[in-house]
């Protein structure tokens, strides 16, 4: 089974300079409780790769406010002006990118891939440095697997062996950072006995889950 631990044991496992991944898109699916223990342990320098800083006040964007993050790997800030201010003042490295292509990158990660061809970002700023290869007379760019030390999601319900299921909208990237990671800490709503999950509502298997946070 896996092992059920509380917020303060999650952040426990997550240590200065980590990469982490955050599962959820602005605050739906959004691992919320286990963020609040790695900013109230006072965690720094993470490298953070999620699809966006959330809104002021919520989840992800309380670490960026607290100068937790020192670089970041997302799709989008523009609902959370910190990130923008801390990005111009050169205190936040900061990588745009399409949000197609991480989610892409994240699953060649996850499974073992040697990367995506996209044609998104040709001929822009997002092709720099990169790899641009011709198939059937179209230009695509090499876009390279994405991995993580740790990847913190959220879930509907677990049963204790480590299976989830996600709801709705907040299955966006949760199912592919669970692939995509070292270590995978779930944070989910409810926890159930084997067995009590039907296999066909089951979005992610156990085998990719190390610890689980009841929220």
């Known amino acids: 089974m896996v092992k059920i631990i509380n917020p303060v044991e999650a952040a426990a496992l997550v240590n200065d300079g980590d990469s982490v991944m955050v599962g959820g898109f602005m605050d739906c699916g959004s691992p919320d409780l286990v963020l609040d223990a790695l900013l109230a342990k006072g965690i720094k320098n993470l490298t953070v790769i999620s699809n966006d800083h959330a809104r002021t006040g919520f989840g992800l964007s309380k670490l960026v406010a607290a100068k937790s993050v020192s670089k970041a790997m997302v799709t989008h800030i523009g609902l959370n002006p910190e990130s923008g201010k801390q990005m111009a003042a050169k205190e936040l490295d900061i990588e745009l990118i399409p949000q197609g292509t991480l989610a892409e990158r994240i699953r ?3 499974f073992g891939l040697g990367g995506v061809l996209t044609p998104t970002g040709v001929g822009t700023t997002v092709a720099e440095g990169k790899q641009v290869l011709r198939v059937n007379g179209r230009d695509y760019l090499l876009e390279l697997p994405l991995r993580a030390k740790v990847a913190l999601i959220k879930a509907h319900k677990a ?13 966006n990237f949760n199912p592919l950072m669970a692939a995509a990671a070292d270590l995978v800490i779930a944070e989910v709503e409810e926890i159930v006995e084997i067995g009590q999950l039907d296999p066909d509502v ?12 009841k929220a």
């Open 108 to 110: 060649c990660g996850g």
């Open 159 to 171: 049963d204790k062996q480590g299976n989830l299921v996600f709801r709705r909208a907040a299955r």
């Open 202 to 213: 089951i979005h992610t298997p156990g085998i990719f889950i190390h610890y689980l946070v």
